[in-house]
């Protein structure tokens, strides 16, 4: 079935009331949202940081520890959590989905607009920190947004294929997401690709996260920018988003009549 957008232009007001819909659902009776948001990242950097000084492991990383950590774990959570949203978004909105029609693809991308909130101002401690550790943009900020973008398109591609395979194995999405959270182990959330040896690093790219991690890293710290593993996130982004959209298009009225 073809995309119209038209259509989805049409239905831009009820995009807008669902997003906001998720936002105040997520934070409309937590009176310390913001500290909820902030406190998961700054834990683990934390318990990373101490495991660091303590070991004296050699992470291969020139900024601060600190700042390294939690720079790629606001962007992780994004990440993970977005998917995980995407994924279970059709579930979410049952009772709207049967009782109105809405284009099927309108509520899967509800996520990656409603979950920058929490991107946002996870990433105020992040200025304060570049800030106080005296380390600010150079020219690549201007990636910045590109970048996020990879990371969104990544999200929708991985979530609409979740929410396809999950048609037929519900017990897949705890799967799922039990792999997200492993995968930030083996992305470079807590450690730097340098620690990587040279012959191994076109295999470690093939991780589609590493190329978007260190492309936001750069933006964000002025780092000589890392086209190569960028263009290779970018490449995994896209062959995600099209294999999701064919399967969730193919899928949709099945997805629709599971709910």
């Given at each position: 079935?073809?995309?119209?957008?038209?259509?989805?232009?049409?239905?831009?007001y009820?995009?807008?009331?669902?997003?906001?819909?998720?936002?105040?659902?997520?934070?409309?009776?937590?009176?310390?949202?913001?500290?909820?948001?902030?406190?998961?990242p700054?834990?683990?950097?934390?318990?990373?940081?101490?495991?660091?000084?303590?070991?004296?492991?050699?992470?291969?990383?020139e900024?601060?520890?600190?700042?390294?950590?939690?720079?790629?774990l606001?962007?992780?959570?994004?990440?993970?959590?977005?998917?995980?949203?995407?994924?279970?978004?059709?579930?979410?909105?049952?009772?709207?989905?049967?009782?109105?029609?809405?284009?099927?693809?309108?509520?899967?991308?509800?996520?990656?607009?409603?979950?920058?909130?929490?991107?946002?101002?996870?990433?105020?401690?992040?200025?304060?920190?570049?800030?106080?550790?005296?380390?600010?943009?150079?020219r690549?900020?201007?990636?910045?947004?590109?970048?996020?973008?990879?990371?969104?398109?990544?999200?929708?591609?991985?979530?609409?294929?979740?929410?396809?395979?999950?048609?037929?194995?519900?017990?897949?999405?705890?799967?799922?997401e039990?792999?997200?959270?492993?995968?930030?182990?083996?992305?470079?959330?807590?450690?730097?690709?340098?620690?990587?040896?040279?012959?191994?690093?076109?295999?470690?790219?093939?991780?589609?996260?590493?190329?978007?991690?260190?492309?936001?890293?750069?933006?964000?710290?002025?780092?000589?920018?890392?086209?190569?593993?960028?263009l290779?996130?970018?490449?995994?982004?896209?062959?995600?988003?099209?294999?999701?959209?064919?399967?969730?298009?193919?899928?949709?009225?099945e997805?629709?009549?599971?709910?």
């Amino acid at each position: 079935m073809a995309i119209d957008p038209q259509e989805y232009w049409n239905a831009r007001y009820m995009f807008s009331m669902l997003v906001w819909k998720k936002i105040r659902a997520s934070f409309g009776e937590m009176y310390f949202w913001f500290v909820w948001l902030c406190a998961r990242p700054l834990i683990y950097v934390t318990i990373f940081g101490l495991f660091k000084r303590w070991s004296e492991a050699k992470t291969g990383v020139e900024l601060p520890y600190t700042l390294y950590i939690y720079s790629g774990l606001i962007l992780w959570y994004y990440f993970m959590e977005t998917s995980i949203d995407v994924s279970m978004n059709i579930k979410a909105n049952a009772s709207l989905i049967t009782k109105i029609y809405i284009p099927r693809l309108l509520t899967p991308t509800v996520p990656l607009i409603a979950n920058l909130l929490d991107l946002i101002v996870s990433a105020i401690p992040l200025v304060g920190m570049m800030v106080y550790f005296g380390v600010y943009p150079g020219r690549a900020i201007f990636m910045i947004l590109p970048t996020l973008l990879i990371v969104m398109l990544m999200s929708l591609g991985t979530g609409l294929i979740i929410a396809a395979v999950t048609l037929r194995l519900r017990d897949f999405q705890k799967v799922f997401e039990f792999s997200l959270y492993l995968a930030m182990f083996v992305s470079p959330v807590i450690f730097s690709p340098k620690m990587i040896p040279d012959r191994f690093h076109i295999i470690y790219q093939l991780n589609p996260m590493v190329g978007a991690l260190m492309g936001w890293r750069a933006a964000l710290f002025g780092e000589g920018f890392p086209w190569q593993a960028w263009l290779s996130s970018l490449a995994f982004a896209m062959i995600a988003v099209i294999v999701g959209l064919y399967l969730y298009m193919r899928y949709e009225h099945e997805l629709v009549e599971a709910i």
